[in-house]
Structure formats: C-alpha cells, structure tokens
C-alpha cells in the first residue's frame, strides 16, 4: 500500500488548494479513504473520508462546506478541494486509508494503519 500526497503550497486567505492522493498497491474500488491534517501544535484531525464502494462521504460538522473529497477511479487517485481558505488550515494534510474498512464515517474516527507522506498548506498573507 503506497499513498502519494501531493498539491500543498503557501495560499492566501480566501484561496483554494486541491491536494491530490495517488494510490498505488491497492484499488480504490473498496477501502474507505481519507484526509486528515495536523497543524502545528495540535493534534491530527479528520478532514474528510470517502467510502470508495458507494461514494459515500463523511465531514466533520465544524468542517463541511469548505472541503470535497472526490475520486478518479481511472487514475486511482482522490482529491480535496479546498475553498475559501483560512489561516488556521494551515496544516500538514495526509492521505489514510485501511484496506479493512469500508465506512467512510468509521475511517475518520479511527487511526488509520497505512499513510501518505503529507504535504503542506500555508494560508498567510
């Protein structure tokens, strides 16, 4: 199981990010996946997770409306959208996932066993 985050970098506040997750290993036609962040001096939190057999989605209710995670079957590949951008998203956001678990609700409340490396968000002016 192999997970490539990439799509981070310095943004100003009101901008918009998508971070993309390659997956490599495994098909993304099963396990729930998803994005969590860690900001500095804080601990790590779900963004988003996608349950990969039915697209179903789960936000947390302090982050729905500003976050889409989606998926491109073709290119195993998921995204995050991210809109209106603050500064306190800045964060290192990786990409989870557990071949074991297909609940995207489940996902997100749990730690998941296989991680991408991360990338970086800074919102700053």
């Known amino acids: 199981v192999q997970l490539q985050a990439s799509g981070g970098g310095l943004v100003q506040p009101g901008g918009s990010l998508r971070l993309s997750c390659a997956a490599s290993?495994?098909?993304?036609?099963?396990?729930?996946i998803g994005w969590f962040r860690q900001a500095p001096g804080k601990e790590r939190e779900a963004v988003s997770c996608?349950?990969?057999?039915?697209?179903?989605?789960y936000y947390p209710d302090l982050l729905k409306g500003r976050f889409t995670i989606s998926r491109d079957k073709t290119k195993n590949t998921v995204y995050l959208q991210i809109d209106n951008l603050r500064p306190e998203d800045t964060a290192v956001y990786y990409c989870?996932?557990?071949?074991?678990?297909?609940?995207?609700?489940?996902?997100?409340?749990?730690?998941?066993?296989?991680w991408g490396q991360g990338t970086l968000v800074t919102v700053s002016s």
């Open positions: 989870a996932t557990d071949l074991g678990q297909s609940s995207s609700y489940a996902l997100c409340h749990s730690s998941p066993p296989d």
């Open positions: 290993g495994f098909s993304l036609n099963r396990p729930a």
């Open positions: 996608l349950s990969t057999n039915n697209d179903i989605t």
